[in-house]
Nanobody, 123 residues
Framework: QVQLVESGGGLVQAGGSLRLSCAAS????????MGWFRQAPGKEREFVAL???????YYADFVEGRFTISRDNAKNTVSLRMNSLKPDDTAVYYC?????????????????WGKGTLVTVSS
């Protein structure tokens, strides 16, 4: 059974940092695009970042250089380092994986989703 399990969420003050991790199991994801989405209260889910199996990374405009996505194919993990956090970054963050870039970029038709981890940024 394939699973994506996020960890690392929590409460942080504005300007602080968090590192989210996603552990994938049940198959090898080295040839999958892996990424992060988020959903704030009352808002639709939105794309945050993705990374290819050979470390090509793509970010949403709102990231503005504050986040860094990385992966370890040997460990089947993907991480999101978030710096300079703002209250607007408060959301549930979801890990996702799909072999097709377009699916992951728009969050449609994605093969696998995690259950999410909550990030709360206080002002």
């Amino acid at each position: 059974q394939v699973q994506l399990v996020e960890s690392g969420g929590g409460l942080v003050q504005a300007g602080g940092s968090l590192r989210l991790s996603c552990a994938a199991s049940g198959r090898t994801f080295s040839n999958y695009f892996m990424g992060w989405f988020r959903q704030a209260p009352g808002k639709e889910r939105e794309f945050v970042a993705l990374i290819s199996g050979d470390d090509f990374a793509y970010y949403a405009d709102f990231v503005e250089g504050r986040f860094t996505i990385s992966r370890d194919n040997a460990k089947n993990t993907v991480s999101l380092r978030m710096n300079s956090l703002k209250p607007d970054d408060t959301a549930v963050y979801y890990c996702a994986a799909d072999p097709i870039y377009g699916h992951l970029r728009v969050g449609n038709g994605v093969d696998y989703w995690g259950k999410g981890t909550l990030v709360t940024v206080s002002s």
